[in-house]
């Protein structure tokens, strides 16, 4: 390909001796353009083309150095050689100063040389240009990249760095240039802190590729630090001999805590931040392995709340998650530093007790848990009650695994609910049995409902001062096509763990108004019919809403409506209790305190309540003429009663001694086996017609 060369000269004796001599070249090609002025050459070299220009400094429109100077300024990367007379060497010489390639002697045109020279500093021209541009495009890309580099001559002092190194050690390349890499690239262990060497001088003294070492951390100027990792190498000229070497590195202070977050995040309950069943799967076996060599004991204790479902439902999930984070605190404050307190999921809770001597130590950290979480929560402006239910195996009477003792825990557990909640039991060998048969009740308990098992039975509700049946209290029955009547003790507690009580409920509320309606309509006298209400029922969110459709439905009047509502149930959540029943008083339905008696309540709430009636308590009622108590306790919320204007039914009344007293006591209403069983509609329509035997002992 031909070399295109632009003369400027005014002079066609020279111009005619380049052309010819260029023009003979033997091993080259060259494309020859003339001008005489200057402003001519300067307009052609704008169009672009030229591969070398060959200029005199005396032109009819430009005299001297000014000449090259503006050629060199429109086109400062292609070669110019200026053409000289013999006696103006000088000027010539200040052109190669300020750039020019070369110059060619007016006495020497005609040389053979001329066109050899010519081809040489175009190519040299072009290396060049070549050159620049990968070294700019090195530069470039190692600008770019996020990695520092840092390169050094053989004494191990710094001649390179890429802007990502001048950030990563503080230090600005032109200050760097020339100090010794240790005092650039200060680096030391990151757990013993000691200095340590950098690779760069290993490699200069090797000649092979050196890696950092795992865990290093560079000092920057400023003092602060970072974790980097990354390796260094030889650079070798084109002899193979070692000229300095190269070290990359970037940092890994963000990576590092990612990890370290995301082992922590795998191992632990992201809202509590407790371990999670994983990490508490390790520790167990860790525990079991320290036990097996010591001859020593460990405890499991398997926690879970009693109904927090109620307060996550009615209150928000929000409220749930701040229970359950003061919940963990608490947990932890009960445990020594030896013990893990770890979150399943949902409202369980695990907590492993190691250097257990005795059953009485799991004992002592179950009864501090529970006057723990006897105290209320104060979650966003709400006084929240939450007790637990607390299931303990042991290593290694109840379990030789992590798995094991973690499943017999949590049958103790249920054992726990069953027995009342709010307290512990350790694993038995005979719960086993208990477990299966849970399993069981829970699996028919889903299809019961759309199988119509269920019916009411009903238990009458007396004046005791007249003996007449002024209601009745709706109570569920099972009526299994294998297993014959199920009675709700057997499985109320199963349906509310597993969330089918709200069905179920909704149906015996149902149900209840439907039956009293049906009374009603056929003449039979009944005040009221009384239908128990859990307290998943009471909060759930659409529950006051659902009373109202089924009074609708069913046409019976609010006020012949009784709901009962047990202590512990409306102090969970005192504001919320209020606007409840508040809401339901605004219907005209009847509320009754359940169980009354049994919880926490005080004067003050049963006002703001607006309770007509209270339930006193079975075991109450039991009481009486038994020891020195003989019913001093009814005979207070008798009295109780009677102060603050509300109705009182005792409950559980089975014998002719505790009817007599709760008549001098002025007790209103009785309720219990001495009047009569529950039975069914059928039979309780009876009762109502006939009305009940003489039973009230008049003397």
């Known amino acids: 390909m031909a070399n295109h060369v632009l003369i400027i000269t005014s002079d066609a004796t020279d111009a005619k001796a380049l052309k010819d001599v260029l023009g003979e070249a033997k091993d080259s090609s060259f494309d020859i353009e003339w001008v005489t002025r200057l402003y001519d050459g300067l307009e052609r070299l704008r169009a672009g083309g030229i591969d070398a220009i060959l200029v005199d400094l005396s032109l009819p429109d430009s005299q001297g150095i000014a000449t090259f100077d503006k050629l060199f300024a429109i ?37 053979n040389l001329v066109p050899q020279s010519l081809r040489n500093i175009i190519q040299r021209k072009a290396v060049e240009e070549s050159l620049f541009i990968e070294k700019n495009r090195a530069e470039i890309t190692l600008n770019s990249i996020s990695d520092a580099v840092i390169g050094t001559d053989m004494s191990g002092n710094v001649d390179y760095m890429n802007v990502a190194a001048e950030g990563m050690t503080g230090w600005p390349r032109e200050e760097a240039r020339g100090h010794p890499i240790s005092e650039v690239m200060q680096i030391i262990h990151g757990e013993t802190h000691d200095l340590a060497p950098n690779p760069i001088e290993s490699v200069l003294q090797r000649d092979e590729t050196m890696a950092l070492t795992a865990g290093t951390t560079l000092i920057r ?37 990612m990890v370290a977050k995301m082992a922590h995040l795998a191992q632990h309950d992201s809202l509590t931040n407790l ?14 392995a320290l036990a097996k060599r010591r001859s020593t004991h460990l405890a499991l204790l398997f926690l879970d709340l009693d109904n927090f479902k109620h307060i996550n439902d009615s209150l928000g999930h929000a409220t749930g998650d701040k229970l359950l984070q003061s919940v963990a605190q608490r947990l932890c404050t009960c445990v020594r ?76 557990m249920y054992h726990a609910k069953e027995k009342g909640r709010n307290n512990y039991q350790f694993f038995k060998e005979e719960m086993n049995v208990r477990a299966v048969e849970r399993l069981a009740i829970e699996t028919h308990l889903r299809r019961a409902l759309e199988r119509q098992e269920f019916v009411l039975h009903y238990q009458p509700i007396v004046n005791l001062e007249s003996g007449m049946i002024t209601g009745a209290e709706a109570l569920l029955r099972w009526m299994h096509p ?48 009384a239908v128990n209400i859990s307290a998943l029922e009471f909060c759930f969110k659409d529950f006051v809403a ?105 409950e559980g009344v089975e014998t002719q001694e505790q009817l007599v007293f709760l008549k001098i006591q002025h007790c209103e209403e009785g309720q219990g086996y001495f009047f009569s069983r529950p039975m069914e509609a059928e039979q309780f329509a009876q009762l109502l017609a006939t009305g009940l035997c003489d039973k009230q002992g008049n003397e």
Request: proline share 3%; hydrophobic share 45%; net charge negative.
């Open 75 to 111: 086109a400062p990367q292609t070669p110019i050689m200026t053409l000289s007379m013999t006696n103006n060497v000088m000027l010539a010489s200040e052109a190669v100063q300020r750039g020019a390639q070369g110059y060619l002697s007016k006495d020497h045109f005609s040389n």
């Open 546 to 650: 659902g009373v109202h459709a089924i009074l609708n439905e069913t046409g019976l009047n609010p006020c012949c409506l009784q709901l009962e509502i047990t202590e512990s149930v409306l102090m969970r959540d005192v504001e919320s209790s209020v606007t409840i029943l508040q809401q339901l008083k605004n219907m005209g339905v009847r509320l009754a305190v359940d169980d009354f008696g049994t919880g926490y309540s005080s004067l003050s709430y049963l006002h703001q309540f607006s309770i007509d009636i209270l339930k006193i308590a079975p075991s109450f009622v039991q009481d009486i003429g038994r020891g020195s108590d003989n019913g001093i306790i009814v005979s207070a919320v008798i009295a109780m009663g009677a102060s603050l204007k509300q109705g009182v039914t005792a």
């Open 221 to 257: 100027r400023d003092g602060s630090e970072a974790a980097i990792e990354d390796s260094a190498a030889p650079i070798h000229d084109v002899n193979g001999r070692i000229v300095g070497a190269v070290i990359v590195f970037h940092d890994i202070t963000t990576a590092q805590a």
């Open 482 to 529: 294998e297993w014959g009547v199920v009675v709700p003790d057997r499985f109320v507690q199963i349906a509310e763990d597993c969330g089918l009580i709200v069905p179920i409920g909704c149906w015996v509320l149902r149900e209840a108004c439907v039956q009293a309606k049906r009374w009603k309509d056929a003449g039979l006298q009944l005040s009221s019919i």
């Open 275 to 288: 371990p999670n069943r994983v990490l508490l799967d390790d520790r167990i076996a860790q525990a079991i």
């Open 337 to 412: 530093n030896s013990d893990t307190v770890s979150r399943l999921g949902g409202d369980e809770f695990v907590i492993l007790v190691t250097q257990d001597k005795h059953a009485q130590d799991a004992a002592l950290i179950a009864n501090k848990i529970l006057a723990a979480l006897a105290v209320s929560h104060v979650i966003d402006e709400h006084d929240l009650y939450v007790t637990t239910s607390i299931g303990i195996s042991t290593y290694p009477a109840d379990g030789q695994d992590a798995e094991t003792l973690i499943k017999n825990a949590d049958i103790a």
